[in-house]
């Protein structure tokens, strides 16, 4: 099953800043300007199911496997399309908002890029 | 039209929480609660506009200035909000109970956030 399917549509002037952080932050289209500076903006709206441990996150034909998934992690994303990435490859979450997957280099993020979370 | 009167609250740390009191005083141009939790306005941000006479304000569904903010309600659980608003020197309570971390940790500091956030750490300061 497909959980959550998205575009990227923009690409905010911080998020390699965070990416240094092995973090990546998404958000839908309606986040406020001060959100989007550091956020990756897409387009998905609808939301099938939790977000769960053995998921897999892809960032095109990437796949992460999920390995943590905070609390309000499922929420974020059902509501307001956000989702905290966190490269890290910890089994606990550090933060309520946090999803956390495999510890490996990101792919190339750009604009047009598609990110897809299949159950597990 | 008669000028609206404005409250001060003082809102602390909850358990758990961390930073604070921050002392929130409203006033004309600086009023707005921003909300910035989706789903609406949080009953937290409610509670404080209704203390102070603020005017709580959609983050996700309309735009405002910095300047125009006198505190923002998150409940970011961690890592992006939560840094966001100090960032920029706007107050911020934030609803979960957590520590400054994150890529922007170095701009959460006790003058401008308090975290861990429910109604009753939201004391009106004047009659």
Known sequence: ?120 | MADKEYKRVKISAGKRGWGGPLIIAPEPGKDLIYCVTGGGIHPLAQHIADLTGGTAFDGFKSKAGFEEIAVAVIDCGGTARVGVYPMKGVFTVEIHAIKPSGPLFRFITEDLFVSGVGTEQVELLDD
């Open chain 1, 1 to 120: 099953m497909i959980k959550y399917q998205a575009r990227i549509t923009a690409i905010g002037p911080l998020v390699a800043e965070f990416i240094d952080h092995n973090i990546l932050v998404l958000f839908g289209d309606q986040a406020p300007e001060e959100l989007a500076e550091f956020s990756i903006i897409h387009d998905g709206k609808e939301m099938h199911g939790t977000l769960a441990v053995g998921d897999k996150i892809y960032l095109g034909d990437d796949g992460f496997a999920v390995m943590a998934v905070g609390e309000v992690a499922s929420n974020n994303l059902k509501t307001l399309g956000h989702l905290i990435l966190k490269f890290n490859g910890e089994t606990e979450p550090e933060m309520p908002g946090d999803v956390c997957v495999e510890a490996r280099p990101l792919p190339a993020i750009e604009p047009g890029l598609e990110i897809r979370i299949e159950e597990g």
